[in-house]
């Protein structure tokens, strides 16, 4: 069981030129998509958040549902959904403002224990910055770890939800200690200010950047690297495709029983290459594609 610990929100999607032009309403937020993702690609998997009872918040459950995840972790509350309005460039790339006061997810509060046969848990996006559900959220991430659970960090940094980026880039790095594999964008680094070495130094097996078109590479601790491009695709919007990396590469991870550390280190060249070109396939489906909506394992083949 993979679980996927992080808020659910409605993204809205411009459908044409104009920030005010066909807004329509799509599932989202980056652990739900990772949770979908997951679901589509076969991986038993559960979601961990805070969702409410409004009609989104229906909607988000039933999305779900859909997929095969299980929402028995979900809490509930009668708090608005959090929004997420997006614009798209010309290019394909979403930037977004968010509306968050006093919405259901950002009173997350940490569960008593994990779903039975946790082998991995995720976190990331705006839940780990948005309290006082992202103290929840790091309370979780740090008990897990120390319960020898594996897990996955995606910071998808939203500079405008972050008040103090100082503050914030030093309580990422007190999480990476916790961390068992780092998955960022090119931009989400640069950001952040550190490097691949820095970060492998503090505690992940693996750090894996994504850079766009360019395609995937991954650092490991025995001084690694491996690069793989990235797949040709016509770019209808980029929602949710570095959400469907994290999917993919937990996933592949997991259907290799590699759901550790001391697997992560073992996998050399060849595993890593199949991995990243498979979580670079996986993107490139969803790129192809109108908001967050990632591939079924029938679409991408074999591992």
């Known amino acids: 069981m993979i679980v996927v610990a992080g808020e659910a929100l409605i993204d809205l999607v411009p459908q044409g030129t104009g920030a005010l032009v066909g807004l329509l309403p799509r599932l989202g937020g980056g652990p739900y998509n990772t949770a979908v993702a997951l ?3 076969g991986s038993p998997t559960a979601f961990c958040s805070r969702v409410s009872y409004d009609a989104f918040g229906e909607a988000l459950l039933g999305g779900l549902g859909e997929a095969g995840v299980d929402v028995s972790s979900v809490q509930r509350g009668t708090e608005p959904t959090t929004l997420a309005v997006a614009s798209i460039g010309t290019d394909g790339s979403a930037a977004y ?7 259901a997810d950002r009173l997350f509060s ?14 990331g996006t705006c839940s780990l910055v948005l ?10 991430m740090r008990t897990a770890a120390a319960q020898g659970v594996f897990t996955s960090l995606d910071p998808n940094i939203r500079a405008g939800l972050i008040p103090d980026a100082d503050a914030y880039r030093a309580r990422f790095k007190s999480w990476l200690p ?9 931009e989400d680094a640069l950001w952040l200010g550190g490097t691949p ?20 590479t991954v650092f490991t601790r025995d001084g690694a690297v491996h690069s793989v491009p990235g797949e040709p695709v016509d770019v209808v919007d980029t929602i949710g495709a ?12 997991a259907a290799r029983d590699a759901l550790s550390s001391a697997a992560v280190a073992a996998l050399g060249a060849d595993g890593w290459t199949e991995l990243l ?21 029938a679409e991408l083949g074999d591992l």
């Open 242 to 253: 570095g959400d469907t990396v994290n999917a993919a590469l937990l996933h592949g991870l």
């Open 277 to 297: 070109r498979f979580a670079a396939r996986a993107a490139a489906i969803t790129c192809s594609r109108a908001g967050a909506e990632p591939p079924y394992a």
């Open 197 to 216: 070495r820095e970060w492998l130094a503090s505690g992940p097996a693996a750090v894996v950047i994504t850079q766009g078109g360019d395609g995937l």
């Open 110 to 123: 940490a569960p008593d224990q994990l779903p039975a046969a946790t082998k991995a848990v995720s976190f």
């Open 131 to 140: 309290e006082p559900g992202a103290s929840a959220y790091e309370e979780l």
């Open 97 to 103: 403002s968010f509306y968050v006061e006093g919405t």
């Open 178 to 186: 916790s961390v068992s594999l780092l998955k960022l964008s090119e």
């Open 39 to 41: 679901g589509r690609l």
